[in-house]
């Protein structure tokens, strides 16, 4: 489940290092990003971005942003470094009410404390 939440900017490979989010114990860590996956994350991260490149121009590209952060930053639901490092195949359209999305993470946030 870490893997499927893991975010581009999450991927370090200078420190090669990669930033685990609400993992085990709802808690952030760093891990070693091994020196035989580094090549082949950076060019399947390097598709990743054709892909995303285009589902903007196709009007897509979104991601769903922790908490309220898309309403702090507007433009970070669609920036490069929010992206899922494994995307899913088919594009997919929020359809939950904001107000619903918002309890969510506030429960979240509140267990977190």
């Known amino acids: 489940m870490e893997c499927l939440r893991l ?6 490979f200078g420190r090669n290092g990669i930033i685990v989010r609400d993992g ?8 070693m990003l091994p020196e035989l996956l580094k090549e082949p994350l950076r060019q399947h991260i390097v ?26 930053y507007p433009n970070a639901p669609r920036d490069w470094r929010w992206q899922w490092v494994f995307p899913q195949e088919k594009r997919w359209k ?7 999305v918002v309890i969510i993470c506030m429960r979240l946030f509140c267990k977190k404390q």
């Not at 975010?7 to 370090?12: G, P």
């Not at 085990?24 to 891990?31: A, C, E, L, N, Y």
């Not at 598709?47 to 702090?72: F, N």
Request: glycine share 6%; aromatic share 4%.
């Open 24 to 31: 085990k114990g709802v808690k952030d860590r760093i891990t």
């Open 94 to 100: 929020n359809t939950k009410p904001v107000s619903k």
């Open 47 to 72: 598709k990743v971005k054709s892909v995303h490149e285009s589902d903007i121009k196709d009007g897509w590209g979104y991601v769903q942003m922790p908490c309220a952060l898309d309403r702090k």
């Open 7 to 12: 975010r581009v900017q999450d991927v370090d």
